[in-house]
């Protein structure tokens, strides 16, 4: 396995977005470097599949996909057919 090299950088932020970062990378008991890394890697390598991208597409087009009925579970289920 090739090492990765990482390049020293530095970045200004919110002061509240920091506070928030810094938390959530201690809930998953990582560093903050390591949290803000993965969630920058999740973000900008992660593609939807092809049926995701055309769910996308449809829901940004506007068309009126019908009146879900929730009167009970039955006829819910059957208006999302």
Do not use: H
């Amino acid at each position: 396995m090739e090492a990765v090299i990482r390049k020293q950088t530095s970045f200004r932020l919110r002061e509240d977005l920091l506070k928030v970062l810094q938390e959530e990378a201690r809930k998953a008991n990582r560093s903050l470097n390591n949290y803000v890394e993965s969630m920058l890697m999740e973000v900008v390598y992660s593609e939807p599949n092809e049926e995701t991208k055309a769910a996308i597409k449809e829901a940004r087009s506007g068309k009126f996909a019908g009146t879900i009925d929730t009167s009970s579970m039955e006829a819910f289920i059957k208006s999302c057919e």
